[in-house]
């Protein structure tokens, strides 16, 4: 089983919809997780950190199930700009001490 | 402004040459990360460094070496033991490692 895994997707959807991306990891004593967002051939960006109560930030809920290990990225009201690759991140607290990336969920918001 | 500068922005190798990629960060963080991203692919850690004077290897370390003499500077070498380094690499840092990390805008490494 990986560490992070995404539906690598592409997910297509019309502007204005809503899209939610899930996440799961591997270890229960993760306690540190990001979204961040890539465009194409451009460097990962952070979106927003993931809390245990939930957070939003505008259009963006994040949310963490520590029961079923995932965690979700909701976008609300989709606009074309939001098009890029949404990158799941995680702590693994044992072995190798660094976030673990997962490999992104493709996000393409159509006219 | 406090950032991460990557430079070249496109690097050529030939064969049997190592290169040299230069990362600087001026955001006073501890840890540094360079990663290599093939296209349509993920993050892959080479290696990475909590503290001044020391670093660990991440998931693909053969054939790359790095050195952490100052806070500020992660430079990474390609050696010619890399036999398939054409790639886009990422330098990060961030104050601690599980604290989210901050990217340059990347090196993209070619072959001759």
């Known amino acids: 089983r990986k560490e992070v895994e995404q539906d690598p997707g592409p997910f297509n959807v019309p502007e204005g919809a809503t899209v939610a991306f899930n996440c799961t990891y591997s270890?229960?004593?993760?306690?540190?997780f990001f979204w961040y967002r890539q465009d194409c051939r451009k460097e990962p960006k952070l979106l927003m950190s993931v809390y245990s109560s939930g957070n939003e930030d505008g259009r963006f809920t994040a949310q963490l199930n520590r029961a079923s290990q995932y965690i979700s990225l909701l976008i609300r009201d989709s606009k074309l700009s939001d098009s890029a690759t949404y990158l799941c991140?995680?702590?693994?607290?044992?072995?190798?001490?660094?976030?673990?990336f997962g490999s992104g969920t493709r996000l393409q918001v159509q006219p | 402004d406090g950032g991460i500068t990557q430079s070249p922005k496109y690097l050529f190798r030939k064969e049997g040459q190592n290169v040299t990629l230069s990362c600087e960060q001026n955001?006073?963080?501890?840890?540094m990360y360079w990663y290599r991203q093939d296209p349509g692919q993920g993050l892959r850690l080479i290696y990475y460094?909590?503290?001044?004077?020391?670093?660990q290897k991440g998931d693909i370390a053969e054939g790359y070496s790095v050195s952490r003499e100052k806070k500020e500077s992660f430079p990474l070498t390609v050696t010619s033991a890399q036999k398939n380094p054409t790639a886009f690499y990422l330098c990060?840092?961030?104050?601690?490692?599980?604290?989210?990390?901050?990217f340059g805008d990347g090196t993209r490494l070619s072959i001759l």
């Open positions: 991140v995680v702590n693994m607290p044992t072995g190798r001490r660094a976030l673990t």
């Open positions: 990060a840092s961030s104050p601690g490692v599980n604290q989210p990390q901050h």
């Open positions: 270890n229960s004593a993760s306690q540190s």
């Open positions: 460094s909590q503290i001044v004077n020391d670093f």
């Open positions: 955001l006073n963080h501890d840890a």
